[in-house]
């Protein structure tokens, strides 16, 4: 697999060195908490050669398993820094989601299609652990990746050549500056990042209080491995298996009932028991208080300060979204920053940010009010009816299974929905010309490339294209059938032709592939590099 963390790595210190006049800075970038937004940051930076220093109060991870899931898309991200195959050994596959009442009637059935990134679709997760394992992961980066515990971050000022972070150390008192090129406030939804920047927070917090209950399993009950929620106008609950053998259900309050009312776990038992829940199947070993937010802050980017995660956007918990929108960003930003460091592309490139990333946490955001509206019992009986399976016809996928894509940011020409341009491209298992087999990102390795069917990508550009494509570290790679021969070193096989179908669904001979696998341009709107 290729790597061009070195050569990235030295193009910066050379490009440093021409200058000895220019900024002296303690890391890249400067990564303010380190939950799972900024430790996903950390990982993708450190891949990319960046260094970093992460600004953390708490040495402990959050017992809490809040987030419940993660997708396709996010495990991809995660094979991107070499952490898949770890994250996978501590989760399950989702097999479906469903909806019941009460009374036991099916509403839904929804079965996951197998995964068309690499990965089974959907995962469950105990957060606590995938936390664990992604900061082993950082681990390995050295000095290169700082993580300072038990420290508060007072201060975050810049100027037009980076940014000071003023630290206090929890233990002894003292306060310290750092000094880095950008900073990611991956501070959580009370972010004081966004607070000392004046960024407001603008939406809604919905009345309802919830309380999370988390347990451990003690014996298996039928189907408990299906997600399911128990669609109820008073009483809805979302009933879902987590990894490492726990489960979880989250249960509103009602009316008149308060967190008082159930401070104990004897005093939460009743909700489980109306379930058909026993003392046999579980044992109580947490359960905590919400409320749901539907928020987003007024700008995500302040000069050379970007808010990722919770601290840009709040949404309620029924697409399962909410913790994987803030590793998302993270990855969206890694790379981008990589490259303006780098000298590859320029700043303007990181406006994209939120271009991109806005729109797509939107879409989540709609999808689990609607999907809570399904919970709660709040649709009609005409939009109950549009949801059923209709007889003898292939059922559409719903919004929430729906491939990756960005409406808009750093492309060329129009994104539609029908073009290769703004999505993420499939990953099956590929070839390389010496026959080594693995899944395509494996083989093509990190950066820019552009594929081609059947035909060598470089020949359909210009030579001032091929010069753009080129001073990015582009590779220019033929994609083969599998009942092809290939005939040069850049050439990969697509052994079951999905990449192939893919590009001819799309009517696209050549894409060109950002780094995090999102199509920046092709043959049918363009193959010039991003302005």
Not at 202 to 218: N, Q
Not at 247 to 253: A, N, S, T, V
Not at 276 to 300: L, N
Request: proline share 7%; hydrophobic share 40%.
């Amino acid at each position: 697999m290729p790597d061009r963390r070195h050569a990235r790595t030295a193009r910066k210190d050379q490009h440093d060195d021409q200058h000895p006049h220019q900024p002296t800075y303690d890391a890249d970038v400067a990564i303010l908490g380190y939950g799972p937004s900024g430790v996903a940051a950390a990982n993708a930076l450190g891949t990319l050669g960046l260094s970093a220093v992460a600004f953390e109060r708490d040495r402990e991870i959050d017992p809490r398993a809040r987030a419940v899931t993660i997708s396709d898309w996010t495990m991809r991200l995660f094979q991107s820094v070499g952490l898949d195959h770890a994250l996978k050994a501590d989760m399950d596959e989702t097999v479906a989601l469903r909806w019941k009442t009460y009374d036991g009637t099916e509403l839904l059935n929804l079965p996951f299609p197998p995964g068309q990134l690499g990965h089974a679709t959907s995962y469950a997760i105990y957060q606590p652990t995938m936390e664990q394992t992604l900061r082993e992961g950082a681990c390995r980066f050295g000095d290169k990746v700082r993580v300072q515990y038990g420290t508060e971050v007072v201060g975050v000022t810049q100027d037009e050549s980076g940014v000071t972070v003023t630290s206090n150390d929890l233990a002894t008192g003292t306060t310290h500056t750092t000094r880095t090129r950008y900073a990611l406030a991956c501070d959580g939804g009370s972010s004081t990042t966004r607070q000392l920047l004046g960024i407001e927070m603008t939406g809604d917090t919905i009345d309802t209080r919830w309380v999370v209950i988390d347990a451990k399993v003690k014996r298996w009950w039928p189907d408990r491995h299906i997600l399911t929620f128990w669609s109820d106008k008073q009483r809805p609950v979302v009933d879902i298996a987590l990894a490492r053998g726990n489960h979880r259900w989250e249960i509103p309050l009602n009316p008149g009932e308060s967190d008082a009312d159930f401070a104990t776990p004897e005093q939460v038992w009743p909700l489980l028991e109306a379930l058909g829940v026993s003392h046999d199947d579980v044992e109580i070993h947490q359960h905590a208080f919400y409320s749901h937010h539907i928020r987003a802050a007024e700008r995500w980017r302040d000069g050379r300060v970007f808010l990722l995660g919770d601290a840009a956007h709040l949404m309620p918990p029924w697409a399962g979204a909410g913790m994987q929108s803030g590793i998302r960003d993270a990855f969206n930003l890694a790379w981008k920053i990589a490259a303006v460091i780098d000298g590859r592309l320029p700043e303007s490139v990181l406006d994209s940010y939120e271009a991109e990333r806005r729109p797509n946490v939107g879409f989540y955001t709609e999808v689990a009010h609607q999907l809570g509206r399904i919970i709660k019992q709040e649709l009609s009986e005409e939009e109950m009816a549009a949801l059923a399976p209709k007889p003898d016809e292939e059922p559409e996928l719903p919004p929430l299974l729906w491939p990756p894509s960005y409406p808009a940011g750093w492309f060329t020409g129009t994104v539609t929905p029908q073009g290769p341009v703004g999505q993420m491209i499939p990953q099956p298992r590929a070839a390389g010309v010496t026959g080594l087999i693995g899944p395509l990102d494996d083989l093509l390795g990190g950066g820019f490339v552009l594929l081609g069917d059947n035909v060598d990508p470089a020949s359909l550009l210009s030579p001032e294209g091929r010069a753009a494509w080129a001073g990015v570290g582009a590779r220019f790679v033929t994609v083969r059938a599998a009942d092809q021969g290939t005939e040069g070193p850049d050439e990969i096989v697509d052994i079951d032709g999905t990449l192939l179908g893919w590009l001819r669904e799309r009517g696209a001979r050549v894409v060109a592939v950002r780094p995090d696998g999102f199509v920046a341009a092709s043959d049918v709107s363009g193959l010039g590099l991003p302005a």
